[in-house]
């Protein structure tokens, strides 16, 4: 030990000459730990040091005991070490005031250390509170003194509280006038703990109170001062709220200040009182609400009758329903004939509100009259009960005034009256009730209700009447009767002709109906539906799909109709809107697994084997739809193809859906089998021709088949494994390369990006093949390739391109080159600016989340690091205008689709010159595209935009002439309104000139863009005002 | 200050947000006349002096009494105060017609006069509307101005939310 000794004491002559650094600290520290040595021979060393007469050298002393304490871990000192340290700490205290910090420090991490000793803990916080004069130390030292009476509190809790009254009233004492919102969120929190711990309040339970409300409102903006802060306005809010809302001690003392806080005229104070109380109600009962009862429903009847802000009447609302919900659990004397207090509160709040709704005006206070009857029958099952008996048949009463007496205000009346009936209806829907409130009215309710949906022709009352239903279905009161007599009126309504809105209502509540009494639905509705399907049935067949019972019967009968119909150019809108159905009704939310499965086994498979008969029977020449015959030959706008399209689109939403199992591998089996061996037997398809889908020169209707690939395989599951997947990507690589069909050859590409980007181990082969195809063809004879050739391949790396980006593939760059090569391309440039679209845009069929496709986090921004320079350097050495305007297409595709963020930001001042560049164009898509991005850019860079804003504004005043394009005209004068979200003082100077240009667009012969005029020259009028 | 009318009703909005746009209004070649519905949306946010609603809200304006003629140049629309003593009249149609003033073309006339028989000093407010030289005036006054400013004010911002 005497040779540690030594060595400790040439630590401590280093390191107290300005020699020792951190790792001289570690290395002791890591020497105490592993019991080389001990803590107090350190103190011991430090002895000569602690006595000096110099104050300086006895801060350094602590300082170096401090530095090495603090890189002790938790657990190493025992607890003999830890009572002499925290003796000799407290004495220090004692020292010179300079001293307190460095010892602070100290304390701060033994008062975390595992082995304290209670007692240990007390006479830390005792010594604290005789010898630190809190209020007069820094924000820091007074931090850490927070942060040390926290952790004590946390971890030696009971020997704390024995301290008692002592203890709170030195808190007291010490958080007394604090002002920093550091140190005040902390206090909060601690108060909160100690009171949560159940810490006695002794007499001094106001004296705690005050300490902490007087902070109440907290209103604290330091933005107003120019003061960055990472500590905001709602944190200290939530946590003091926690604090005052932390006892019922407390409630003499709150309640008053809240109500008091309550009638200032500062809107947050208001909303800050309301939450507050909302927040003190869960721990408040009778014993501290009942004085004060009446105040609070007053002060709150005001705020909502007379508020002047929709925020202030949510919470005065939501606060009700609280006070309500408190009141309902309030005991009851069973004996007493006296009414409970709650029904006699619920009877204060209809006095109030009742003659409001039995006015014959229709006003405001009506209106609120309504959301406080809600408000407060939302609380409970009682208030709710007796709410309803009140208030109903008032509210019937209402809905039919028309007969007693027709006055102006009439309609208005009886749809309010309609509105607060069903919103009420809905609000019962909430509790189980033993005799419910409403079945007394029921049969009155369903009669006004029919009677609207039957007889009105206001379409706004006739939806609120069918939202009256759906409530009505939710409460499940109806009689079978009743059910059947609202399925045959929606059957009308369906029938009928209907706004949209009203329809979509309609819609639903029949899918509501179908979902809970399928029974009625299959016995009264579908039958009628059934008999004679046409286009427009078609969509309210799928909307009764809300249960599987029902769901069977309908794919039967919507896959008949399908199955009975030939592909010709009469059958197509009836084909339509069948797959339309279906597809609705395969894109259903509700749809579980066992609906999934059924739907793989009786939709997907008939309806491909379908298609593929179809397809059949077509390609004989002569056979296909007029457009075909017309050319001799297989048109684009064959019939077949958009049947083709939707039919993969219902496959597709189905196949997204199906989990991995027995039948989803069934399916993939079957579908490699047909497209791999053109095994028609799979389908059970008998014909004596032939399916070639993957013959290039096959008939083009058999070629375009593979638009169900992307639909099966590259739809499902990543777990579901593809058989003879190599063969599978190697066949269509081939018909990508070689099929002259436009159709045909962008299938293939977004199968094979589909299988390249969820099977990527497997896809490596193809990707090397499609690799040295690609070198070899740019580099022989490329340029004298017809401009539809260079389209296939162009389809092609766009499509793999997109597969490689969003996985964040290491190959990536490769095949982005080959893109941004072809930018320059005479024939095709344009589309592989366009490409940079469709690369980053979300596709529906292929390559998308619901498809589980590979999509990596950040790829888009990756994307953008990895192309930027390239495009910079590349836009800097070429000189052909042409190209300039691709590459400028393409950066502008790239920036549309980029979140907002950061990265964008930050190469703004490389962006801007080549934006701005591009604002003298012609090009009126670019133009468009590339003054959306700078409005963007205007909102959120306000910073950076300045330096260039005269340069810019000249641009937009120019543009906002552009006479070939109004969507140009219109985005350049919305830049303009735009500039004025920036700094008052930086555009003060242009407000004259902008407002005299603007004068000439107020008479522009678009109204769009004189919208879009008036609207920027009222904001720059509003400049500096 | 006490409000002249403490409890307004207030009204479904009419007419659609959103105009849908007819063939002719996508061709930039094709002249769009002005008409009703577009002066109807140029004047439907202005906030009323007193309440947190707009003008549309409290049927002060309504589509079917605006009238325009776009080639004699002649716009004339007519504001129904709240209630007939309403005091605020004046500054409702000086608002209305600020806003006319900044976002339509110069060649037009605009009227903006109380719809006959809703206040009882109809002929008063309208004299005072009509005269340019005490409009001109009354916007000299700052005062006045920052009051109409407030009435024009779209609520959060017409540009979304700025930053």
């Known amino acids: 030990t005497f040779r540690y000794s030594i060595k400790m004491e040439e630590f401590v002559k280093e390191c107290l000459n300005g020699d020792g650094d951190n790792k001289k600290i570690i290395n002791c520290a890591t020497r105490i730990e592993n019991q080389e040595c001990k803590i107090l021979t350190l103190v011991q060393a430090l002895g000569p040091h602690l006595t000096s007469a110099d104050t300086q050298s006895r801060i350094e002393a602590c300082k170096l005991l401090s530095n090495v304490i603090q890189k002790l871990p938790k657990d190493c000192l025992n607890q003999q070490e830890l009572a002499s340290l925290v003796e000799f700490l407290c004495n220090r205290l004692k020292d010179h005031y300079t001293l307190q910090p460095v010892v602070l420090d100290s304390l701060l991490s033994i008062s975390s250390a595992t082995n304290l000793a209670g007692e240990n803990a007390t006479f830390i916080i005792s010594s604290i509170f005789k010898e630190v004069h809190v209020q007069s130390c820094m924000q820091n030292e007074r931090l850490k003194v927070f942060q040390i009476l926290g952790t004590l509190l946390d971890a030696h809790s009971t020997t704390v509280s024995a301290i008692g009254r002592d203890f709170l009233y030195q808190y007291i004492q010490v958080i007394d006038s604090e002002q920093d919102p550091r140190n005040l969120l902390v206090i909060f929190q601690l108060t909160k703990n100690l009171i949560d711990n159940g810490f006695p309040l002794y007499d001094l339970t106001e004296e705690l109170f005050e300490v902490s409300s007087c902070y109440f409102p907290i209103d604290f903006n330091p933005a107003t001062a120019g003061k960055k802060s990472t500590i905001t306005n709602s944190d200290l809010v939530i946590a003091l709220r926690g604090v005052l809302a932390s006892t019922p001690d407390f409630a003499p003392y709150c309640i008053p200040l809240l109500m008091e806080k309550l009638d200032s005229d500062v809107e947050s104070a208001k909303i800050d009182s309301i939450e507050t109380l909302t927040a003190c109600l869960i721990c408040y009962g009778k014993n501290e609400l009942e004085t004060y009862l009446s105040t609070i429903w007053t002060s709150l009847k005001r705020e909502i009758n007379q508020s002047t802000s929709e925020d202030i009447e949510k919470h005065s609302l939501s606060l009700l329903t609280s006070l309500v919900t408190n009141l309902s659990n309030w005991p009851v004397d069973q004996k007493s004939d006296k009414t409970t207090d709650l029904s006699s509160f619920i009877n204060d709040i209809l006095e109030d509100c009742v003659p409001k709704i039995k006015s014959p005006v229709n006003d405001r206070s009506t209106w609120m009259a309504g959301h406080i009857i809600h408000a407060s029958a939302k609380a409970s099952k009682q208030a709710c009960s007796q709410i309803v008996s009140a208030v109903l048949p008032l509210l019937l009463r209402n809905t039919s005034v028309k007969e007693t007496g027709a006055t102006l205000a009439a309609p208005s009346l009886e749809q309010s009256a309609l509105d607060n009936l069903v919103k009420l209806a809905s609000v019962c829907g909430l509790f189980v009730f033993d005799t419910h409130p409403l079945e007394k009215y029921k049969a009155e309710i369903f009669k006004v209700f029919m009677k609207i949906l039957t007889e009105s022709e206001n379409d706004q009352m006739r939806c609120i009447a069918v939202a009256g239903f759906a409530a009505l279905l939710k409460l499940g009161i109806l009689t079978n009767d009743e059910l059947v007599e609202l399925a045959l009126a929606l059957y009308k309504l369906m029938t009928s002709d209907l706004n949209s809105h009203l329809r979509g209502e309609v819609f639903s509540v029949s899918g509501f109906l179908s979902a809970e009494n399928p029974g009625v639905v299959k016995a009264h509705l579908l039958p009628c539906m059934v008999n004679d399907i046409n286009e427009s049935r078609l969509d309210s067949l799928a909307a009764l799909c809300t249960h599987f019972d029902v769901m069977k019967i309908v794919l039967n009968v919507i896959m008949d109709k399908i199955k009975g119909s030939k592909i010709n150019e009469s059958t197509g809108p009836i084909l339509h809107a069948c797959l339309n159905s279906l597809e609705s009704i395969a894109s259903s939310r509700w749809l579980g697994n066992v609906e999934i499965e059924h739907m793989a086994l009786n939709l997907v498979l008939p309806l491909l084997k379908y298609c593929i008969e179809a397809t059949l029977e077509l390609s004989v020449p002569q056979h296909c739809c007029a457009n075909c015959n017309r050319d001799e030959n297989f048109s684009l706008e064959c019939a077949s193809l958009p049947i083709l399209k939707s039919a993969a689109s219902v496959i597709r939403h189905v196949a997204q859906k199906l989990k991995p199992n027995k039948s989803t591998e069934l399916v993939v089996k079957l579908v490699t089998s047909l497209y791999v061996h053109d095994d028609l037997g799979a389908f059970d398809i008998k014909t004596n021709q032939e399916f070639t889908p993957f013959n290039p020169c096959a008939s083009p209707l058999q070629t375009r088949t593979l638009c169900f690939l992307p639909a099966t395989v590259c739809a499902m599951h990543g777990a579901v494994q593809v058989p003879e997947l190599v063969e599978l990507e190697s066949k269509l690589l081939n018909i990508c390369l070689n099929c002259r069909d436009q159709p045909s050859y962008v299938f293939a590409a977004k199968a094979l990006a589909g299988m390249i980007n969820k099977f990527q181990k497997q896809s490596v082969p193809i990707l090397d093949k499609l690799k040295t195809h690609l070198a070899t063809i740019f580099h022989t004879g490329w340029d004298t390739w017809p401009s539809d050739d260079k389209m296939m391949v162009l389809t092609l790396v766009i499509w793999v391109s997109k597969a490689l980006v969003i996985s964040n593939h290491p190959e990536t760059l490769v095949f982005v080159k080959h893109l941004l090569f072809m930018l320059g391309d005479s024939g095709v440039g344009a589309v592989a600016a366009a490409g940079f679209d469709i690369v980053l845009r979300e596709s529906k069929e292929v390559l998308c989340t619901s498809s589980h496709a590979v999509i990596k986090l950040m790829h888009k921004q990756r994307f953008f690091l990895l192309v930027m320079p390239e495009i910079l350097s590349m836009f800097k050495s070429s000189v052909d205008g042409k190209h300039k305007a691709n590459i400028l297409t393409a950066l502008s595709h790239l920036i549309g689709h980029l979140p907002k963020q950061v990265v964008l930001m930050q190469h703004f001042n490389d962006l801007l010159p080549l934006l701005v560049q591009a604002l003298h164009t012609e090009d009126p898509a670019l133009l468009k595209s590339v003054l959306f991005t700078l409005c963007c850019f205007i909102q959120d860079s306000s910073e950076a935009i300045l330096p260039h804003l005269e340069s810019l504004l000249k641009h937009f005043q120019r543009l906002s002439k552009f006479q070939n394009n109004m969507a140009v005209r219109a985005k350049a004068i919305e830049c303009i309104g735009v500039v004025t979200l920036l700094p008052t003082i930086d555009i003060l100077p242009y407000k004259k000139e902008v407002v005299s240009h603007l004068m000439a667009a107020l008479d522009d012969r678009k109204r769009d863009v004189r919208t879009e005029a008036s609207k920027a020259r009222s904001e720059w009028y509003l400049v500096g005002t | ?163």
């Open chain 2, 1 to 163: 200050m006490e409000k002249d009318n403490l409890n307004p009703l207030v009204h479904l909005r009419v007419t659609p947000r959103t105009r849908i746009k007819g063939q002719e209004e996508l061709d930039n070649d094709v002249r769009d006349p002005f008409d009703r519905r577009e002066i109807f949306d140029l004047i439907r946010d202005i906030n009323d002096p007193e309440h947190p609603l707009t003008l549309e809200d409290l049927r002060v304006v309504n589509e079917n009494d605006i009238d325009v003629d776009d080639d004699q140049n002649l716009i004339k629309v007519m504001f129904t105060p709240t209630i007939p003593h309403c005091s605020m009249a004046t500054l409702i149609g000086l608002a209305i017609r600020v806003r006319l003033l900044r976002s339509l073309p110069p060649r037009f006339k605009v009227e903006v006069e109380i719809a006959p028989g809703t206040h009882q000093s109809e002929k008063a407010v309208n004299k005072q509307l009509s005269d340019k030289e005490r409009v001109a005036a009354a916007l000299e006054n700052n005062h006045l101005l920052n009051v109409v400013n407030q009435c024009l004010t779209v609520k959060g911002s017409t540009y979304g939310t700025a930053v």
